[in-house]
């Protein structure tokens, strides 16, 4: 089982096991926490089965800024990027790209181990770099689910002509609001990350992917450290 996909089942598994054995909740609160339960397991699911998927996303940050998504399940590969960076990963290299003061720099490292899933790798890099990614999300969800004073509100909307469920979600004095596309593609963020404020919105979608999004930016510097083959 890709690794990816363990996580995310163990993950949302573990919430509902943990608000089914409730026998001092009333049963409503046991009602509630089983509906929060599912909801995050749904999301969780749609967004698994995404890293297997052949898509590209683009997305309007806050400020006006852009960024976007990339992957392809034949050949394997996956990137984001986004105003200051890069990150691709293939099955022959991660690429690392940094762009300050107009000039972008790029690092080549061995490959890693993506248990099919490179947009893995990806998310794990973008993570650092405080992106929003989907796992994020996830995280936020469960936490939420996890939290019986959590209020988790669902609806519906349209993002780029693709229909999303969304959330808005209180706990703990803090609230933010996600929506996941049928795709189970990341629609929206808004809210805080890591403490910090972040807002991302889907502006459009495909599932047919241009090679060149996993190029290296033109004009950058590169540096290869892979070991040259004998």
Partial sequence: MPAASTTFRVLTASVIASLTVTG???????????????????????????????????????????????????????????PAGKITVTQD????????????????????????KPSVAVYAEASKRGLVTPPAVIRLLTEA??????????????????????????????????????????????GSLDGRPEELALTSYTDIVDPRAFDVPAGAGVVDRRTPTP
């Fill in 24 to 82: 001092c909740q009333a049963l409503d609160d046991a009602g509630q926490a089983l509906g929060h339960a599912d909801l995050v397991n749904d999301l969780a699911a749609r967004m698994d089965r995404s890293l297997e998927q052949t898509w590209a996303a683009d997305y309007q940050l806050s400020g006006g800024r852009a960024a976007s998504i990339a992957q392809t399940k034949e050949p394997l590969r996956s990137s984001y990027t986004w």
């Fill in 145 to 190: 689910a996890l939290d019986p004073q959590a209020s988790i509100t669902q609806s519906d909307t349209t993002l780029a002509g693709h229909h999303a469920t969304c959330v808005d979600v209180t706990r703990a004095g803090e609230r933010f609001t996600a929506c996941v596309t049928n795709e189970g593609v990341l629609g929206s963020f808004t």
């Fill in 93 to 116: 290299a991660v690429t690392n790209c940094t762009t300050a003061a107009g000039q972008t720099s790029c690092t080549v490292v061995p490959p890693v181990l993506t248990a099919g």
